[in-house]
């Protein structure tokens, strides 16, 4: 398939609706941002709108690269055609856009002029266009816009018998804008069709399509499958009211369907962060690829597909991997009631401390309970109840004192269900004779594994330094793990014994 001509309108339709219209530096800096991309077409103003835009597309317009097409938008007025053939006059490579709605309801109660008024003005618009236009810069073309296309449904014949006659005159892009969505999708998509099967095929069609009911980038995307070439779209879905189409979510979802774009993707996230700042328009948390909440997870089983799928290239719960627009923060695991042990057993992970998932498992109910709430955990609120119920477990046993007597010998002194213990205990090393003690007081593991943590900084607010995992196996050949945490290594794993004892003996 022919790839999609992206036509950019932040500049134009995007800058319009900011509440503080982008000055000539600003502008200088979005369009750079806008061809970093790769796009090769950008509506860089309206010149006849003010002074401020008229001098900015004088600029934008000279120092536009030539392999970028550069547009100003002009009414079919004499004067904002004059005015716009002067703004564009040094581009390289030129184009004047110039509209005029055809909606019947539009011609009616805002124009006030009837449709054969209409047609007349647009078609002399463009033949003015035209014999103006190619004696300053043969590389130039034309493009016409029939605003409120989207509501021209029930004089659609009349609008095609315009265009042949616009086309006549010059125009070489159709542009068909859904300048207010209403209706579904597929309703435009066939009048955009029939306008297609009705012009010659040298003509580039166009869409240009608000997103007033949000489904502005389905009908982008599903023009360009039923042959339509250039695209308009902005930058963060920026324009009037609810926006245009935006730019990221067209350009992945034409990538992910297998289309060669010619755009620069690993771009993508750190423009949107910037121009949403030089917008003051805040990306909002939800918004697909960009906002905060794209890559979070909160229900137990995607918690669980997105865990398990996190470095590949396909997500189980996301459309993208998120590296190819630039974006590298990890998927996002939160802790609330609705999610389970894989959530705690990450969000732990990623704290750099150890766990299992029989400890998340473990943990589970209690991180439920307090999320049924309080709503969701901070990591820090988890990593708090894993210290508090995984490193410190109560029970029958409670450790008093332990200390060295003499070399491999350490006396132990401790509570079993209140009960005052005292046993002196030989081994190599304080685990075997902790574990020694124990036994000989009644109370029989064997040892299978440890392995000791330093912490590299109390600032979890833990205070500690060491950590200790001791596993045994219990009578039956269980496997237990106990863990703790304390500012010595020997008394963490003097604790994480107990804490293993407190598992097996209750
Ligand atoms: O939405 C619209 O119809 C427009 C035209 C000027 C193309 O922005
Ligand atoms: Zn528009």
């Not at 600003?26 to 401020?52: H, N, R, W, Y």
């Amino acid at each position: 398939m022919q790839r999609p001509y992206f036509y950019d309108i932040t500049l134009r339709d995007g800058n319009q609706s900011l509440k503080k219209p982008w000055s000539l530096k600003e502008k200088l800096f979005v369009f750079d941002k806008i061809t970093d991309l790769g796009i090769k077409a950008v509506e860089i103003g309206f010149p006849a709108s003010s002074q401020m835009d008229f001098e900015s597309c004088i600029t934008l317009a000279q120092k536009a690269p030539d392999d970028v097409r550069v547009s100003v938008l002009a009414r079919c007025h004499k004067g904002d055609i004059d005015r716009a053939l002067q703004a564009i006059e040094n581009a390289k490579t030129p184009r004047i856009h110039t509209f005029i709605t055809m909606s019947p309801f539009h011609m009616e109660h805002v124009l006030n002029k009837d449709p054969d008024t209409v047609a007349k003005t647009a078609i002399e618009a463009v033949e003015y266009i035209a014999d103006n236009i190619y004696k300053i810069n043969k590389n130039a073309d034309i493009e016409f816009s029939i605003e409120h296309f989207g509501d021209c449904y029930d004089n659609l014949d009349f609008v095609i018998d315009t265009l042949k006659e616009i086309v006549k005159k010059g125009a070489t892009t159709i542009n068909l804008p859904n300048t207010v969505e209403r209706y579904r999708p597929k309703r435009i998509l066939d009048m955009i069709k029939k306008v297609q099967d009705n012009l010659p095929s040298d003509v580039t069609i166009s869409v240009h399509n608000h997103n007033d009911l949000g489904m502005a980038t389905a009908t982008t995307v599903e023009a360009y499958f039923q042959g339509v070439r250039q695209l308009e779209c902005c930058l963060n879905g920026l324009g009037e009211r609810t926006g245009n189409t935006d730019f990221y979510q067209v350009a992945l979802a034409l990538k992910n369907s297998g289309i060669d774009t010619g755009i620069d993707y690993s771009k993508i996230y750190e423009t949107a962060l910037t121009i949403s700042s030089m917008a003051n328009v805040a990306i909002y948390e939800k918004a697909p690829l960009i906002g905060s909440e794209a890559l979070a997870h909160r229900s137990g089983i995607h918690q669980d597909g997105a865990i398990k799928t996190k470095c590949m290239e396909f997500g189980a719960y996301r459309p993208i991997n998120p590296a190819i627009i630039g974006r590298y923060d990890d998927e996002k695991i939160g802790f609330t009631s609705q999610s389970g042990k894989t959530a705690i057993y990450d969000i732990v992970k990623s704290l750099k401390y150890p766990i299992t998932i029989q400890e998340s498992i473990y943990l589970t109910p209690f991180a439920k309970e307090i999320a049924q709430t309080k709503g969701e955990l901070t990591p820090e609120e988890v990593l708090g109840l894993y210290f508090d119920k995984v490193c410190n477990i109560e029970g029958a046993f409670e450790l008093i004192v332990f200390r060295p007597i003499e070399k491999d010998l350490y006396d132990l002194l401790f509570n079993f269900k209140g009960e005052r213990k005292q046993v002196i205990g030989r081994g190599n090393g304080p685990i075997d004779a902790c574990l020694n003690a124990l036994r000989k007081a009644g109370f029989e593991a064997k040892l299978s594994d440890y392995k000791q943590y330093s912490l590299d900084s109390d600032d979890k607010g833990s205070g500690a330094s060491a950590m200790s995992a001791i596993s045994v196996f219990d009578k039956e050949g269980n496997l237990v793990i106990g863990r703790a945490i304390d500012t010595s290594i020997v008394h963490a794993n003097v604790k994480a014994i107990f804490n293993a004892y407190n598992q097996i003996f209750k």
